[in-house]
């Protein structure tokens, strides 16, 4: 029998730098004053070994991109597709300043951050013994083929005991899937909850991330298909949609969820489904998700007969069903 395939958990020194040039921007402060929260003793140590260099060209550089509009995950896309240590990269993007890469060397050099990684050398290698021992019974490679064929995709996990403390940043570099991971929050100023104590935490998050990178991709790869589908509106309740306004965003929503409930449930406990459920109907007026859970069961049923390959096979078929079955559904009234 052929050995599943593993997520693969590791760090990365790319990722590792840009979160230290984050630490030096006003991004710390200005996600708590988003929501306060309690950080890591690294990220408070990493603030204060790059203190000084607030001026940095580099770190300037990052904040002028972050006042500009760009986000954390095509700031990370460009350091992820970049070669350490030069950062050059054959697809920099056109908003991407062509002297970052050489800031960022220098950065890397003049902060000294070599050093201060192996100080905390202990710090990076628990939570990746964490998230090893957390994974390595789960299949996320068959969680994700169900919906999206066989992959050739490696799946990483990057543990970030940095900054961001508040964003899981899913990233597509080549054929790597990145789910780059926060551990869990925890109330007030509390530090953060170790990765091992809360399992279903990151195999929910992880699963999101390669479940929205993956989607992406086929739905780019048809896209008649997926304009034909938005031309008229999905049938979400009002308080979703104001929070999803985009239709694509909308279906995302909709499909990450209900692939999500299926996962908890086939795979940990109908219990934590459940949970899952009433958190997302609460939070984001999904009352559409039983509906959406429905259908998917459906596609799952039909495909382990042969009838579909991919979910972009049952794509048109599940967009007018959702609609028919909200007329016939208390849960879509």
């Known amino acids: 029998m052929t050995e599943p395939r593993k997520v693969l958990i590791r760090l990365d020194d790319r990722a590792r730098l840009i979160s230290a040039a984050l630490a030096a921007t006003l991004y710390p402060l200005q996600s708590q004053q988003r929501q306060k929260h309690g950080v890591t003793l690294h990220a408070r140590g990493t603030r204060k070994w790059v203190s000084v260099y607030g001026t940095h060209p580099a770190v300037l550089t990052l904040q002028g991109l972050l006042d500009a509009g760009i986000g954390l995950e095509p700031i990370y896309t460009h350091i992820l597709d970049s070669d350490w ?60 083929e169900v919906y999206f064929g066989p992959l050739r995709e490696q799946l990483v996990v990057l543990p970030n005991i940095s900054f961001p403390t508040d964003q899981i940043l899913a990233v597509r570099s080549g054929d790597d899937l990145f789910a780059v991971l926060p551990p869990r929050r925890a109330w007030g100023d509390s530090a953060p909850w170790p990765y091992e104590s809360d399992k279903t935490y990151v195999y929910q998050e992880a699963l999101r991330a390669y479940l929205r990178l993956l989607l992406d991709a086929m739905l780019d790869a048809q896209p008649e298909e997926v304009a034909a589908a938005s031309e008229r509106p999905l049938p979400v309740g009002e308080r979703f949609a104001r929070l999803h306004p985009i239709w694509r965003e909308q279906f995302t929503e909709l499909f990450i969820a209900g692939a999500m409930v299926l996962f908890l449930e086939d795979t940990l406990d109908p219990r934590e489904a459940r949970a899952y459920a009433q958190q997302v109907t609460k939070v984001e007026g999904l009352t559409l998700l039983p509906n959406v859970v429905r259908l998917m069961k459906r596609y799952e049923g039909d495909r382990a007969l042969g009838k579909y390959a991919t979910f972009m096979d049952y794509f048109t078929i599940f967009i007018r069903q959702l609609r028919v079955t909200l007329t016939l559904s208390p849960a879509g009234r």
């Open 85 to 144: 240590p030069t950062f050059n990269s054959e697809r920099r993007a056109d908003w991407v300043p062509p002297e970052w890469g050489e800031q960022l060397r220098q950065f890397h050099e003049s902060a000294n951050l070599a050093a201060w990684w192996t100080d905390e050398d202990e710090q990076w290698q628990l939570p990746i013994r964490h998230l090893t021992r957390v994974l390595a019974p789960m299949d996320l490679y068959r969680a994700l």
